[in-house]
């Protein structure tokens, strides 16, 4: 018989997988003092910092 392989993901126990979806309305997007740049998520989530490199907008993903 030959063996069925899949992609599914291995199970390992004590990992939990989840589609978390942040509440965003209630998050406070103000840019702090001496940051120039932001880092912002799919689910509305800002990370704040000091941009590097050539001044001016710039869209792009960030794959980890």
């Not at 942040?22 to 406070?28: F, N, V």
């Not at 000091?50 to 001044?55: D, S, V």
């Amino acid at each position: 018989m030959a063996e069925t392989k899949t992609n599914a993901p291995a199970e390992t126990e004590g990992t939990t997988l989840s589609a978390h979806t942040a509440d965003t309305d209630h998050m406070d997007h103000t840019r702090p003092p001496g940051c120039n740049a932001a880092l912002v998520l799919d689910d509305g989530s800002v990370f704040w910092g000091r941009g590097a490199g050539k001044a001016g907008v710039a869209l792009g993903e960030v794959c980890f």
